[in-house]
């Protein structure tokens, strides 16, 4: 069965500290990665995202996460949060098929 | 470009009654997804729709949820007869198709059902 775990349920660093979020997923085929992120009263959207090529991916507001194929890994980093960082973090995968799996998230909070 | 729509926002219902939720995604959209999000728990995917189609449907509790996308554009969700377990945001989400070639989601705000 498909499915990804986040290994951080809540997260909470001072502003300038890094930033790194763990997500492993289960499945046996090809997989496109995402992260989404949910800001305090808004919807979710799309943070960044691997399909191919480079597995160091960047995203938007100083986010990055690489994959690592061999350990089926997909952590997101952040070399130094702000308060505005203050968010819940979804790790989420695609197959070829189409189906999506999301993680249950991390909250991180980031106290000024 | 306008973002998905759904409503109503927020619901509250009586165990064993009916209820509908009603999303409009991103015009041009083909792909059409339902997510139900436990308090404290990720988006789950109750069914996707590609154009009119049922592209996966394998979460989605037949017995009682119903989904449809007549035209390939809009989309109802429907929950006969509700229980308490089914208290969640349901979420909508769309993009521009699914499979080999995939796309970012674009979700809606979301409607938080609460059953009594």
């Known amino acids: 069965a498909q499915s990804v775990s986040q290994h951080n349920h809540h997260v909470i660093l001072s502003e300038a500290a890094s930033l790194e979020l763990g997500c492993n997923y289960s499945?046996?085929?090809?997989?496109?990665l995402f992260w989404y992120v949910q800001y305090p009263g808004q919807h979710l959207q799309l943070l960044l995202k691997?399909?191919?090529?480079?597995?160091l991916v960047k995203g938007i507001k100083g986010f990055e996460a690489e994959f690592i194929k061999s350990k089926f890994s997909f952590n997101l980093r952040k070399p130094s949060v702000q308060w505005s960082d203050t968010a819940e973090y979804f790790c989420?995968?695609?197959?070829?098929?189409?189906?999506?799996?999301f993680g249950d998230g991390t909250t991180l909070t980031v106290k000024p | 470009e306008a973002g998905v729509a759904q409503s109503p926002r927020y619901k509250i219902i009586e165990k064993r009654q009916s209820v509908a939720f009603w999303c409009n995604p991103i015009?041009?959209?083909?792909?059409l997804y339902w997510y139900q999000q436990i308090l404290g728990q990720g988006p789950k995917l109750l069914i996707q729709?590609?154009?009119?189609?049922?592209?996966?449907d394998s979460q989605l509790p037949k017995d009682r949820f119903s989904a449809e996308r007549l035209k390939g554009v809009d989309s109802t969700l429907k929950i006969q007869p509700a229980k308490l377990e089914d208290s969640a945001v349901y979420l909508c989400?769309?993009?521009?198709?699914?499979?080999?070639?995939?796309?970012?989601?674009?979700f809606g705000p979301g409607t938080r059902l609460t059953v009594t």
């Open positions: 989400a769309s993009s521009l198709g699914s499979g080999v070639v995939t796309y970012e989601q674009y």
């Open positions: 499945y046996g085929g090809t997989v496109n």
């Open positions: 691997y399909f191919s090529g480079d597995p």
């Open positions: 989420a995968f695609n197959t070829n098929a189409g189906k999506s799996t």
């Open positions: 015009s041009g959209h083909a792909t």
């Open positions: 729709f590609q154009n009119n189609g049922v592209v996966d």
